[in-house]
């Protein structure tokens, strides 16, 4: 939040206050009191006093932001200076303006409205007369300090000499060689197939030989039956 702002939030915080001339807050105010008490909340101590003597002591403004000192004749026309000052909030609309300020008695710490349109040499009570820039008076907050950052490390020349560092080398200690073994077997679960070669080969001595049957001469006789009870 910047300083114009943080002027906006303290006037806007008294709104509803009562008026009563002379007074400076911290709940009663009256139009120069509510601006001495804003710039003393602020940390500015040496404001000047007095809506007349601030509007002739300050720079004028012509460029209208919020927290500007916004200046009016006062109910007596005759005096050549400003007497009344309020806090510039914003624009309503084009050429008329909005402020907080103690309006009097029958108001207290209220919004208002105004033109914005500077005519000093109108008698009127509440003819503007211009503006300054009391945020310019304020100390600006210092920056904040950069976090630390880590050391970057960085490495540095060796500080050995060449025959030094040839000394300091630690020797590499060659890996083991091995050879090779030779793999060991590994069971085999082939089928052993067997070929015609194979099924020619002689039997065991203790297995029986098979005779393949003889074929029957078709030319030999068959032999009668033999039926009982009868003679050739």
């Known amino acids: 939040m910047d300083t114009a ?20 807050g911290p709940e009663v105010f009256d139009c120069e009191g509510l601006w001495d008490w ?4 602020l940390g500015v101590d ?3 006093q007095g809506s007349a003597y601030q509007f002739e002591k300050y720079a004028h403004v ?15 026309p005759e005096l050549p200076y400003p007497g009344h000052v309020g806090v510039f909030v914003g624009m309503e609309s084009p050429g008329v303006g909005r402020m907080i300020s103690a309006l009097g008695e029958a108001y207290g710490v209220c919004y208002s409205s105004f033109s914005t349109t500077v005519d000093q040499a109108s008698e009127d009570p509440g003819a503007y007369w211009g503006a300054t ?57 082939t089928e052993r197939r067997t070929g015609p070669a194979d099924r020619r080969q002689a039997p065991a001595a203790n297995q029986p030989t098979l005779v393949p049957p003889q074929d029957e001469d078709p030319g030999a006789a068959t032999p009668s039956p033999l039926v009982k009870g009868s003679t050739n």
């Open 5 to 24: 702002q943080k002027i906006v939030g303290l006037a806007q915080s008294k709104l509803g206050c009562r008026y009563e001339y002379g007074g400076t």
């Open 133 to 189: 820039r009391p945020a310019d008076l304020v100390a600006a907050e210092p920056e904040p300090e950069p976090e630390p950052q880590p050391a970057e490390v960085t490495t540095g020349p060796s500080i050995f000499t060449a025959a030094e560092a040839a000394a300091t080398e630690v020797p590499l200690v060659p890996e083991p060689t091995s050879t090779p073994s030779e793999p060991e077997p590994v069971a085999a679960f």
């Open 46 to 48: 040496d404001y000047q």
């Open 38 to 41: 804003i710039m003393r909340e």
């Open 62 to 76: 012509t460029d209208l932001q919020q927290g500007d000192a916004v200046y009016f004749r006062g109910d007596e």
